[in-house]
């Protein structure tokens, strides 16, 4: 069934969307969302990656996830972070090397949170760095702890 | 109201020189999932949460979640569950019923 933009607005003008019912729009939703993602509304931007993120559309929904990283607006790149707990660990780990460096410490901290279980060993070399070298002491702290707890 | 995650349970402590009956709304950047604004939180610690990217009737819509409203499925009223940007002719509407409602939360005192 063709899914319209009216429906993707409909569900994600919501104050609080309902991502597990939105998820229902299934791919056919993922074009429009991309479009909401390089769109002028922030909050749209968004929820819109992050219910690509939920979406089983494979490499469509993981371009729009790493899209959504380089967003300027850092709200829009928090979401982008938390969407990748959504993705597949190889695709995360790319999309979460980007944002755990990220200059806004709220974005980075997000992406840190969002470490997949295995992560890649690129990923595991940029935590370390983080560990001793991020300006931030609580995002110091929460590489160490990532490492302790996720295996190579 | 509702289960909230250890992130929230950390915001909704900051309740410094607030009364067990008063509603803290915090104003955050953005939350995970993205909302507007969420009304959950910690049991005995009542408030809300509203992102800088809301509109501006969502405080307003949270706290009313807080003082026990539901969504309708109206664009005149405050608590359209089809999002406070969608709101028609605002102000938005509280229906009597829903000031019932807000008068019997166990939050609101006589002052
Ligand atoms: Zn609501």
Not at chain 1, 34 to 55: E, F, N, P, Q, W
Not at chain 1, 92 to 105: E, N
Not at chain 2, 4 to 17: I, N, Y
């Amino acid at each position: 069934m063709p899914v319209d933009m009216s429906d993707v607005r409909a569900a994600l003008e919501r104050d609080e969307p309902d991502y597990t019912q939105a998820q229902q729009l299934g791919p056919g939703a993922i074009p429009h969302l991309a479009a909401l993602v390089r769109g002028d509304d922030a909050m749209l931007a968004a929820k819109a990656v992050y219910l690509t993120s939920l979406i089983d559309a494979g490499q469509d929904a993981i371009k729009v996830v790493a899209d959504a990283a380089s967003h300027p607006d850092p709200a829009v790149r928090v979401a982008a972070a938390a969407a990748t707990r959504h993705l597949p660990a190889h695709a995360a780990s790319d999309i979460v090397i980007a944002l755990a460096a990220d200059s806004d410490g709220g974005v980075a901290r997000v992406a840190l949170k969002s470490v997949p279980a295995k992560p890649s060993d690129e990923l595991r070399g940029q935590l370390a760095y983080l560990q001793g070298n991020s300006e931030f002491p609580e995002l110091r702290e929460l590489a160490t702890h990532i490492l302790a707890d996720t295996g190579p | 109201m509702g289960s909230v995650t250890s992130e929230q349970a950390e915001l909704f402590a900051f309740r410094d020189g607030m009364q067990p009956t008063d509603i803290a709304v915090f104003f955050v950047r953005s939350t995970v999932p993205p909302t507007n604004g969420c009304a959950a939180h910690p049991g005995g610690r009542p408030g809300a949460a509203v992102a800088a990217g809301a509109t501006r009737w969502t405080l307003g819509h949270e706290v009313g979640h807080v003082l026990g409203l539901d969504h309708v499925d109206n664009n005149d009223q405050l608590m359209t569950g089809n999002g406070t940007g969608r709101i028609t002719n605002p102000p938005p509407d509280l229906l009597p019923s829903e000031g019932a409602t807000m008068d019997q939360s166990a939050l609101t005192i006589d002052i």
